[in-house]
């Protein structure tokens, strides 16, 4: 390029950075105006989500509220019990546990569930009123005709999550001070219980952070859709802001402030703004982004997370913890199995095989499990050697090279800020492609957490860049927490700053027409 081309260049270029830095900075700040509110909602009730979840109802919890299991009322045998179905041999996966104060076995297989009950051998019918009542009072423990009662054939604030909406109509009784349960017609279970404490920790959290507001949440593709897009435009926004406040910033402090060299140009509000958007720009801009991941935007990939349960895990965790029939627990009838610990409050006996053999597993008040075998003494888990043998027998191709392992704290794969998941774990790692782990607990000899690099970015850019969930910080409390909070804030502070200007564009931009009207008025009178 001779002279005249490059003095041309130099020219063309210096006439397009003004145009294009004006057209970001306008874009960046219409994107603001449009999306400043929910950024001003997703950064505070973010430091709620640390903290407080959704209300909702786990197995666990009904355990918990559930009577123990008498030995001295369970009449039937599995196979009995099995026999009172229409079709004896769709059992699937049976548990003997209670509903209604009463041993009744239950057999799921898919989303269908059958009830026999252990003292009787009846199976169970229609729920009555009563019995709905009866169960919604035993689970609070306040009396029945204190509580008020409602049909619900809609969603309301609490049951806006799909898996209760293929439960209606649900029957909710709510108590002076202020416990509410939720039971489905149906089933007579209760599938939702709140408390005012549960119910304000969900609007300091999960409803402003999910945007779980009812008229939205209740319509689940429109509001998938609108997640998405909000947080994807926001991403962009976030990253337009990020690149206007680099271009303005001086490191040579060429601009004036109160008198004295500064390195950003603006005044006021907007100069907080670009500070905090200088601090924090980044971090809102991958924290919008990973949580557009989590409503899994992008079509998923063959072989996508989850996929080594598809190619062979799920194998693994049938053999380890897997269906048995009801006739194999002939040699040993429940009440035999429950004698093995006469003092134990056993809330539960599940009916599985383990390595090919049936076995009761029983789980006691407070959540701790105990193995019941057909023959011999009860068990506090299964033999880690035993499973290490299933692992490996059900590899996922053949002469995958197995490495396993006792591992008791939790890694960057298999973690919980909280400590519920459990320790210590079996770790079985593949040498495969895709460097399988499995996390198995030895106490039930489940799986209760697997990994590969097709997780990657589920692991990383969402749970990684959203949570900040990074085991050099994560396991570090209250350093993750005051990091967490430090970044919340300061995204707080960016999002305000943006509602304050987002306000003075509004007004300008209102008042101009109301003036533009009054014109055009006073004109036409004229």
């Known amino acids: 390029m001779g002279t005249a081309g490059s003095q041309q260049y130099a020219h063309l270029r210096a006439s397009l950075d003004p145009m294009l830095k004006r057209s970001i900075v306008a874009l960046h700040r219409w994107l603001g105006v449009t999306l400043c509110l929910l950024f001003s909602l997703w950064f505070p009730s973010g430091i709620g989500m640390m903290y407080w979840d959704f209300p909702s109802v786990t197995p666990a919890d009904c355990l918990a509220r559930s009577p123990s299991l008498d030995p001295e009322v369970i009449k039937l045998s599995p196979a009995e019990a099995a026999g009172q179905l229409d079709d004896p041999s769709a059992t699937g996966d049976i548990r003997l546990n209670t509903f209604d104060g009463r041993p009744v076995y239950r057999f799921r297989s898919g989303r269908g569930e059958e009830i026999v009950y252990a003292d009787s051998g009846e199976r169970r019918r229609d729920v009555s009123f009563e019995t709905m009542r009866r169960i919604a009072a035993r689970w609070t423990g306040q009396p029945a005709d204190a509580a008020k009662e409602e049909s619900m054939t809609d969603v309301d604030q609490w049951t806006v999550q799909g898996e209760l909406r293929t439960l209606r109509p649900l029957w909710k009784y709510s108590w002076p001070n202020g416990e509410q349960v939720y039971i489905a017609q149906a089933t007579g279970e209760v599938v939702q219980y709140t408390t005012p404490g549960s119910r304000l920790g969900a609007y300091l959290g999960a409803i402003p952070h999910w945007l779980y507001f009812t008229p939205l949440r209740k319509h689940q593709p429109q509001w998938s859709a609108f997640v998405i897009w909000t947080s994807g435009i926001g991403t962009v926004g976030s990253i337009l802001g990020l690149i206007v406040g680099i271009w303005m910033y001086s490191p040579a402090k060429r601009y004036r402030y109160a008198g004295a060299p500064t390195s950003i140009p603006y005044r006021g ?227 305000i700053t943006s509602l304050i200007l987002a306000w003075r564009v509004l007004g300008r931009k209102l008042a101009y027409r109301i003036t533009m009207s009054e014109d055009l008025i006073a004109e036409q009178r004229g």
């Not at 080594?308 to 009801?326: E, F, K």
């Not at 909280?418 to 774990?425: D, E």
């Open 269 to 495: 509000q907007k100069r907080l703004h670009t500070i905090a958007g200088l601090i924090f720009g980044i971090g809102a801009a991958t924290w919008a982004f990973s949580g557009m991941l989590s409503m899994d935007p992008f079509p998923a990939r063959r072989g996508a997370p989850g996929a080594a349960g598809r190619r062979g895990g799920g194998g693994i965790a049938q053999a380890l913890h897997g269906r048995a029939r009801p006739d194999a627990f002939t040699p040993r009838h429940p009440r035999e199995a429950l004698g093995l610990m006469p003092a134990a409050a056993v809330k539960e006996l599940e009916l599985m095989s383990f390595a090919g053999q049936p076995v009761y597993l029983a789980t006691l008040a407070g959540g701790a499990t105990r193995v019941l075998p057909m023959t011999g003494e009860s068990r506090d888990a299964f033999d880690w050697n035993r499973i290490a043998d299933v692992v490996r027998g059900q590899a996922l191709t053949p002469g995958t090279r197995v490495e396993i392992e006792l591992a008791d704290r939790y890694d960057a794969y298999y973690l919980d800020r909280r400590h519920r998941k459990p320790l210590p774990v079996v770790l079985a790692r593949m040498n495969d492609d895709d460097r399988t782990r499995f996390y198995i607990d030895p106490r039930t000899a489940r799986v209760v957490g697997t990994y590969s690099t097709r997780n990657w970015t589920s692991r990383w850019l969402y749970h990684g860049l959203h949570s900040l969930d990074f085991p050099w910080l994560y396991d570090h409390r209250p350093l993750w927490d005051i990091v967490v909070i430090t970044f919340m804030l300061g995204g707080t502070a960016l999002s």
